[in-house]
């Protein structure tokens, strides 16, 4: 069965300070979905990419970026961090066909 | 755009008694409507989704959910809840190609 291994599952991380979150679609899958679940909240899109390209955008900062290799895998790259920042970041794929999302276990992000 | 609402932040239920985990959505258009559950420091688990077709929708762990149009909404349902059901729930609906969430509603049952 499909499915997203996320890494690493737990980052603790300083202020003004920088994260490289990861995101491995198994087997390789040309969509990839990033969401930011705060504590206590539903999780809100943040952006998605379609075959290495930027498929659309919702509230990410601009301190985020992100990108998806020519493996497929895809990279949450945060910079200048902050308290708010602290969150479970998912990655998903849409299993073809099933309009399903399959997210992976997450990454804990907290920020000191 | 798509959205859906959980009008409860909590639910509290007795072992073996029904579940009712309610869902409102506002879309334009046919709704692709979806209930995924997450454990404590876990990630979301798909357990089931309308789309077309039946209004009664049958998932995961005994789960089901009616898509009611009329009253634009899609309840999550299950005869007789279990301990280990207790989670946090979150009603999603398909905008564009991505999923926009509900605000999630806490479920405890208790032994």
């Known amino acids: 069965a499909a499915g997203v291994i996320q890494s690493p599952r737990h980052l603790i991380k300083e202020k003004r300070e920088t994260a490289t979150l990861k995101c491995y679609p198994i087997?390789?899958?040309?969509?990839v979905y990033w969401y930011q679940q705060g504590p206590g909240q539903d999780p809100q899109f943040l952006i998605s990419?379609?075959?290495?390209?930027?498929?659309d955008k919702g509230s990410i900062p601009d301190r985020f970026s992100a990108q998806q290799f020519s493996d497929y895998h895809s990279e949450l790259n945060m910079s200048s961090l902050e308290l708010g920042d602290s969150a479970l970041y998912f990655c998903a794929i849409a299993v073809s066909g099933a309009n399903v999302l399959t997210f992976g276990a997450g990454s804990r992000l907290t920020v000191l | 755009a798509q959205s859906v609402a959980q009008p409860e932040d909590q639910v509290n239920v007795a072992e073996g008694n029904p579940l009712t985990v309610k869902c409102t959505y506002s879309?334009?258009?046919?709704?692709?409507l979806f209930w995924y559950v997450q454990y404590p420091n876990r990630g979301l688990q798909f357990l089931l989704k309308y789309i077309t077709g039946d209004n009664l929708v049958k998932g995961s762990y005994g789960f089901e959910a009616e898509f009611n149009k009329s009253q634009t909404s899609f309840h999550l349902k299950k005869p007789s809840a279990l301990v280990s059901d207790s989670a946090l729930y979150f009603c999603a609906v398909r905008d564009d190609y991505k999923l926009s969430f509900g605000a999630g509603t806490t479920v405890t049952v208790r032994a």
């Open positions: 990419f379609y075959e290495k390209m930027q498929s």
């Open positions: 087997p390789r899958h040309d969509t």
């Open positions: 879309v334009s258009g046919n709704p692709y």
